[in-house]
């Protein structure tokens, strides 16, 4: 199993631009989520999904959509980027709640 | 709304002693609680988990939390720490009495002295 994968690993934007983060698993996990790290302000859940078709919102999601097509992926899109966007952003994956989060490697998002 | 306070931004332990990292959460029902480390420039990582039972639970790498419902806190403890331990420690409450999703603590940073 390659667990969870992000792509682009880094990225820069300009003001403005849109872009898709990329988040599939191969675990055939019912939940998953992104976050966003800043320094000194840990991991926000931005977005979440209990399942295929099924998203809602976390603690930050202005500026981003989400949609849950199938189990196995679940892309990030900034619609408009800003410059407080800039960030490293983490997507994750469960089997159920009790089993703790199987996070992906990260992408590192600068916008200028 | 769930929320969890780290109080320690940074801690220094000499190699050797022991630890202890504080977790606050707020939350009306039982919650379900984990910490995760982050090494440098490396991913996160599930140290243990609590959402019932024995509320001492054991996690990897000798690490061990204890849930107290009185004082809202699962702290988390190591009795010898060594150099590799240096990392930045996060606890995180699920969302919704689930750990569909989680919230976390800003996260509190170890340096190991020798």
């Known amino acids: 199993n390659a667990g969870v994968t992000q792509t682009p690993k880094f990225q820069v934007l300009k003001t403005g631009q849109s872009m898709t983060l990329q988040c599939a698993q191969d675990m055939n996990h019912e939940y998953m989520s992104w976050y966003r790290q800043d320094p000194g302000m840990g991991l926000r859940l931005i977005h979440y999904s209990v399942g295929a078709g099924i998203t809602d919102q976390g603690e930050v999601p202005n500026g981003y959509n989400v949609s849950r097509s199938t189990t196995e992926d679940f892309p990030l899109r900034l619609l408009s980027a800003a410059p407080s966007q800039t960030s490293v952003y983490f997507c994750a994956s469960s089997f159920a709640g009790t089993s703790g989060l199987n996070f992906g490697p990260g992408t590192r998002l600068t916008v200028t | 709304a769930q929320s969890v306070t780290q109080p320690d931004i940074h801690i220094t332990v000499s190699e050797g002693a022991s630890l202890e990292l504080r977790c606050n959460y707020s939350?009306?029902?039982?919650?379900?609680l984990f910490w995760y480390v982050q090494s440098p420039g490396q991913g996160l990582q599930l140290l243990l988990k609590?959402?019932?039972?024995?509320?001492l639970v054991q996690g990897i790498k000798g690490f061990e939390a204890e849930f107290k419902r009185s004082q809202s806190s699962f702290n988390l403890r190591k009795p010898s720490v060594h150099w590799s331990d240096a990392a930045e420690y996060f606890c995180?409450?699920?969302?919704?009495?689930?750990?569909?999703?989680?919230?976390f603590g800003k996260g509190t940073t170890l340096s190991v002295s020798s």
């Open positions: 609590y959402f019932s039972g024995d509320t």
């Open positions: 939350y009306g029902a039982t919650p379900y």
């Open positions: 995180a409450v699920g969302l919704n009495q689930a750990g569909t999703a989680l919230i």
